[in-house]
């Protein structure tokens, strides 16, 4: 790979990619905090019967959540770098058809 532009595409795509599997986990984790809670009752099984692996499991995705904050966060310093040094990114294309931020930073934590 020798030119700029080629690989600031490649990365754009590496980024996306495991934004979108950071997404995806944590989705996966909230199914299974679901399930342990939800049908731990009827599956007959005591509150205190897995108490430390649902703990163990909100570690978890609290751990996804901070590291898909640095993503985000990389995500805005690579794009802003990119601006800099006048790279064209296009990772393929449109790349989810987001919504950005109206200010500031990607990190920027927005309100619902």
Same mark, same amino acid.
């Given at each position: 790979?020798?030119?700029?532009?080629?690989?600031?595409?490649?990365?754009?795509?590496?980024?996306?990619?495991?934004? =979108? !599997?950071?997404?995806?986990?944590? $989705?996966?984790?909230?199914? *299974?905090?679901?399930?342990?809670? &939800?049908?731990? @009752? +009827?599956?007959?099984?005591?509150?205190?019967?897995?108490? =430390? !692996?649902?703990?163990?499991?909100? $570690?978890?995705?609290?751990? *996804?959540?901070?590291?898909?904050? &640095?993503?985000? @966060? +990389?995500?805005?310093?690579?794009?802003?770098?990119?601006?800099?040094?006048?790279?064209?990114?296009? $990772?393929?294309?449109?790349?989810?058809?987001?919504?950005?931020?109206?200010?500031? @930073?990607?990190?920027?934590?927005?309100?619902?």
């Amino acid at each position: 790979m020798n030119d700029k532009t080629e690989f600031a595409n490649l990365i754009a795509r590496r980024l996306q990619t495991a934004e =979108q !599997a950071v997404d995806q986990a944590l $989705a996966e984790i909230s199914l *299974l905090t679901h399930d342990m809670t &939800r049908h731990r @009752a +009827s599956a007959r099984f005591a509150a205190q019967a897995g108490h =430390q !692996a649902l703990i163990d499991v909100h $570690a978890a995705a609290g751990a *996804l959540v901070e590291g898909r904050s &640095r993503l985000v @966060a +990389s995500h805005d310093r690579l794009a802003r770098t990119a601006r800099v040094l006048g790279l064209s990114i296009t $990772a393929g294309g449109p790349l989810e058809g987001k919504d950005q931020p109206a200010t500031g @930073a990607a990190a920027q934590v927005i309100e619902l």
